[in-house]
């Protein structure tokens, strides 16, 4: 079964160890800066009124707050992968603490996270930014490691 129109990525893309996903930088970076230059309030879509067909269902949902300041801000999104070669899966709650201990281990100027305060986890693959990570020159993926675990961007 394919993860197409299911909210996964698409075949091929950031798979076993990333070597598929393309470098930061280049023209993936070109097309992220002309797609955020010709953005604007009004290309937002409007949400459609409440559902009132079939049946109610319970639904949990991450949300995070996000108050905008009145200027344009871009946003960076990244695909994390949080893994133990010892283990076939990692909980949330390890993946959170994890994803946060690297953060503290590499933060500052000139590090990989330049400022823990502007990023944002969903506690499972997806982080945001305000500002770009530092990554080495031409990565095609890069892997912080402690204890038994990767942190993978």
Known sequence: M???GRGGRPPGA????GNS?????GDVAKLADDVANKMSLATLSRRPDVGR???PI???SNHFEIRL?????VVQQYYVQITDPFRDKVDRDEKREAFFRAVDMNCGPNK???NKYEILYDGES???TLSKFNFPQNPVGHFVKFYEMQFFL
């Not at 950031?14 to 160890?17: I, S």
């Not at 996903?21 to 930088?25: E, K, V």
């Open 2 to 4: 394919s993860d197409a």
């Open 14 to 17: 950031a798979q076993n160890g």
């Open 69 to 73: 300041s009145g200027k344009v801000m």
């Open 53 to 55: 067909v079939g049946r």
């Open 58 to 60: 319970a639904l949990e």
């Open 21 to 25: 996903m393309p470098a930061p930088g």
């Open 112 to 114: 990989f996270f330049s």
């Open 126 to 128: 997806i982080c945001y």
